[in-house]
Structures are given as C-alpha cells and as structure tokens.
C-alpha cells in the first residue's frame, strides 16, 4: 500500500472538513468574521479602565460586570425575539443598533455613565449571538448541521484572533480608537447581512409563535448551565484577568498583549473544523467537553508552575485545545436538546449562561488579585474547571427531534 503524502493528506483532511456546507452557512459565517474583528474594546476594556481613565480595580470589576450584565439581558430577549418575529430581524437590529451605541460609548469617561453605556451596549448587540446560531441551523443543509456551527465558531475565532492582535496596535495610539472600529466592524456586518438575507427563505421553517418545552422546567438543560457558567468563569479570565497579568507580572506591551490573545484564535481556527470533522461520528460529546475542561485546568495550572514569556505562549496554546474539544459540542449539545420550537430560547439561555460568566469572571478575578493574587486566582480556576469536568462526564444525551448524522448520543 502506497505511503501517503502528508501534506496531501491534510489538504484532503481540511477540504472534507469543509465540504458540503450551504451557501448561506458560508455568508453567516462571514457576518460573524466581520463583526468578531471587532472584538478590540473587550480585550483591552481593563486596561482602557485602569490605565485610560484611572479606575480602581474594585470599579473596574463593577464596569466589566455591567458589560456581562447586558449581555444576559441581551441573550435571553435574543432568543426569545427570535423564536416570536425570526432571526433576521433581530439580527439586523442588534448589528446596526450596537454600531451606533458602539460610537457614542467613546465619549464616555464617568463610571457610572460607562455602567449604564456598557450595559445599554451589550443588551442590544448580543441580541445577535442567539439569533445568529438559529440562523446557522435554518439554513444548514440537515445533515451539516454540526460542521456549519463549527464554520460559525471557526469565523468567531478568526475575527478574534485578529480583533485583539489590530487592538494593540490602536489601543497603543488611542484607547477610543477601539470603540470606533467595533461600530465601523458591527455597521458593515449589518450591511452584509442584510443585503444577502433580506429576501431569503430559511432552509428548515420555524415556528410562528413560540411553543415547545420552556429551557427552565428542563433539567437536564438546566444541569448542563451550570456547568457551562462554571466553565465560562474560568475560561473568560481570558479577557478578564489575563492581560492584567501580563502588564503587571510581565510588563508586557499592548501588542505584545494583543499577540497572545490573538494565538488563541489562530490556534482555534486552524484546527477546530478538521476536529470536528473528524470526531463527531467517533467521541461522545460528553466525554469531548469534559476533556476539555480537564486541558482548561492545566492551562491555567501551567501558569503557576511555569515563568517566562514563552510559557505564557504554551498555557494560551493548552487553552485553545480546550476550547477546541469543548465548545463546538457545548452548542451542538444544547441546539438538538432544544427541538424546533424553542431552539432560539434554548441558545437564548445557552448564550446568557456566558454572559453571567462575563458578569462573574471579572468580579472573582479583580478581587481575588487585589486580595490573594494571581496565583491564588489561577489555582480556583483549575478546581472550577475539574468540577465541570466531573459534571459534563455524567451528562445525559442531548433528546432533540431534529436529525441529522452527527446527533450527540
């Protein structure tokens, strides 16, 4: 038998990976590229607090909470706006609504204005995260449904890796420059997105009114929460912690700040969609986010039991393995655990549960490094993200009524 080329291999391994996914699915994803590249103002919110306006870390804690705090409000409204009028409206509402709070944020310095602006913010813009995912699978061909997440997620993670890599950059000429480019980058998703969909007809129909099973009265969904909001509190120490710790610990520069945030979408986007590709039909969603979990926990391990510069590159490439095996069968999981009728409720809770990490994983980690520190800070996140490993290990399988080929059993 002839010894294959490697790289022809793995050509072929990402050409399958993306093969057969619908038209639409590919226009969604990019809606997401160009929104997620936006993504400057939350990596450098922190510093832009405590180094721009002077904030204490208690306040800025209470500020990046209220940017939490919206994004709850705006997921749930979301999801329920989408399963009630359909995605596309909520979508373009939340796209050109956000461009415009996006700009006026900019010119806001006083606390309390920046609560109430940051609050306003995300209770409008992350409307779009539930009724985008619906869109994903209203418009897959049925039996991509999972590789069609993925692309989403995939796109995501590019426009997050190059977000926070042009954030250091701006942010190192003019902090408000960053709110700028978020309202251009939401404005001209909107455009796109609105000028493709505006007259198309989803591939798979919704329901007109919002019937089916509430996600609150499932305990299974509800199970599955609290151990996304456990894994959320450790993973978003992300934006939340972690480029305080390289300033303070490291003195690291912004773009040196904004290389390292932007490997963990690099490492994601070249190797997330191959993955799933290739484990979907072969490991038990389950088992994929425990493991997860368990690299989630070294991670932020190896922070405390390794110096230098260069360690700080290996514990964000152990992080991005994590997110790797856990987070496409997390939305996989919860979007056939919903069913047809309530599946923009369903991610409305599955997107709110991330937001309440965004409320909770600034306020632990703000206090824990005025009080303890970081090293105590990064020893609770391995505990926290063993525990979810231990829960998502005794997950039941996902019970939609939809199918497809890759459904989680």
Known sequence: MPIQNPIHAALRGYKAAFSGLSPEAWVLATVMLINRAGTMVLPFLSL?????????LEDTGYVMACFGAGSMLGSFNGGYWTDRIGSYRVQSFALFGGSILFLGLSFISSFWLLCLGVFLLTAIADMVRPANSAAVFEYAKPENVTKAFSLNRMAINLGFSLGPAAAGLIAALNYQGLFWADALTCFGAGILFTAYFRKRQPRQARE?????????RDRSALAFSA???LFAIVFFQLVASLPLYYRNEYHLSEPMIGLLLGANGVLVVGCEMVFVNW????????????LGC??????????????????LFLSMGILSISEILAMPFMISWITLRAGNASRGRYLGMYAATYALGHILAPIIGTRMIAGPGFPSLWWLCVGLALLAALGFSQLPPATGHQSQPSRPR
């Open 48 to 56: 832009y607090l405590t180094e721009g306006l002077g904030f204490t």
């Open 279 to 290: 484990a979907q039909n072969r490991i038990k969603p389950r088992f994929a986010i425990a």
């Open 208 to 216: 007109a009114k919002p019937r089916g099973r509430s996600p609150f």
């Open 227 to 229: 151990l996304v909001l």
């Open 294 to 311: 368990v690299i989630l926990a070294l991670s932020f391990a190896s922070l405390n039991l390794l110096e230098g510069v260069p360690n």
